[in-house]
Every structure is written in structure tokens, then in C-alpha cells.
């Protein structure tokens, strides 16, 4: 079992950056996958970025240059940094891991709006 919890989410400004932070219940060394996805409302759940335990990211398309996947296996926290947010990027903000099976955090709102 592993269990996720997300935090950091909140409104910002056009242009304005948010730091979403994903702590894991086990080390998160020890867990081959783990990533975001996000959900806007009436669209479905898209990939935004991963991270595996050897280090290697992968970001969506739609944040290249703008979000930053990170992590602490120290603290078991996986991060987002999120830069030049734009008002498209507001959903409902998952952390994920691939552990034998699929888990789910329960969501971080992320609101980009003037």
C-alpha cells in the first residue's frame, strides 16, 4: 500500500508559479514510478509529468519549459514547480505512483485566474 498526499495548490495570477508537493507513505526510491496528472473540469485526466526512481523525467507537451518534476527521497516528497502558469492549466492537480498497481493522491486544486 502506499499512500499519497498532495499539497501547495491554490489560486494564482496569469504568469505567477505554484510549488505542488507529493509526500509518499514508503520510499519513494522503492517505487518505480511517480508523477502528476491534473483534471480540468469536463476534460479528462491528462499526464503532466513523471518521474522514475532511477531519476529520469518526462513532461508533458502542454508545461515543457514551464514545470519542473522533482524530487526528495529523503523526505518521500515528489515535486511540481510550475512556472508561467497560464489560465488552461487550472484543474484538479494528482500525484500518482506506480507500485504493482496504480495509486492516487486526492487531489490539489491549482486555479490560474486575474
Known amino acids: 500500500q502506499v499512500q499519497l498526499v498532495e499539497s501547495g495548490g491554490g489560486l494564482v495570477q496569469p504568469g505567477g508559479s505554484l510549488r505542488l508537493s507529493c509526500t509518499a507513505s514508503?520510499?519513494?526510491?522503492?517505487?518505480?514510478?511517480m508523477g502528476w496528472y491534473r483534471q480540468a473540469p469536463g476534460k479528462q485526466r491528462e499526464l503532466v509529468a513523471t518521474i522514475t526512481n532511477g531519476g529520469r523525467t518526462n513532461n508533458a507537451d502542454s508545461v515543457k519549459g514551464r514545470f519542473t518534476i522533482s524530487r526528495d527521497i529523503a523526505k518521500n516528497t515528489v515535486y511540481l514547480q510550475m512556472n508561467s502558469l497560464k489560465p488552461d492549466d487550472t484543474a484538479l492537480y494528482y500525484c500518482?505512483?506506480?507500485?504493482?498497481?496504480?495509486?492516487w493522491g486526492q487531489g490539489t486544486q491549482v486555479t490560474v485566474s486575474s
Open positions: 500518482h505512483a506506480i507500485y504493482y498497481k496504480d495509486y
Open positions: 514508503k520510499n519513494i526510491f522503492s517505487i518505480p514510478t
